[in-house]
């Protein structure tokens, strides 16, 4: 019995299936993150470890802005306290955001930790102030 494919039909599949693969891989590589060295990931993690509160953040985001407001101006957190890292103004920062990402998953600044835990983003942090729980945190 002929095949329903015709003649022929088994290299065209062959070659359809390899074209699909091809076109596939170079969508996931393109959409996988960066590889970033162990190296990074344990001086990003030493980072978040170092004081109370970490921030890293982008000069002009302004649901990074928000949370400084939140964190130093309204409830006055000591400056001293924090490691708040500017990553568009330092050479690394694309790294530290790549490396934030293998650790914790989040993409997007605003990325917060207190006490060495992930908090997570603005919204995160916003949601907490209002509930009362943030300054409790903070202590
Ligand atoms: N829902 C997030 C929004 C944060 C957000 O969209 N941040 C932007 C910058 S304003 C971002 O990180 N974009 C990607 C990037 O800069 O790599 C939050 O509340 O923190």
């Known amino acids: 019995m002929d095949s329903v494919f015709g003649q022929n039909s088994i290299p065209t599949i062959v070659i359809i299936l390899l074209l699909t693969s091809l076109i596939s891989k170079r969508f996931f590589t393109a959409a996988a993150p960066k590889m970033v060295s162990q190296a990074t990931i344990q001086q990003v993690k030493g980072l978040i470890g170092q004081k109370k509160l970490f921030v890293a953040s982008k000069t002009y985001c302004p649901y990074c802005q928000a949370t400084l407001k939140t964190l130093f101006t309204d409830l006055k957190f000591p400056e001293a306290q924090a490691v708040v890292l500017q990553l568009d103004t330092s050479d690394d920062?694309?790294?530290?955001?790549?490396a934030l990402y293998e650790i914790?998953?989040?993409?997007t600044v605003p990325n917060i930790y207190i006490d060495g835990k992930h908090i997570g983003g603005n919204s995160d942090l916003q949601q907490l102030n209002a509930s009362g729980k943030l300054q409790g945190l903070l202590q």
């Open 93 to 98: 920062g694309q790294d530290i955001q790549d």
């Open 104 to 107: 914790n998953g989040q993409k």
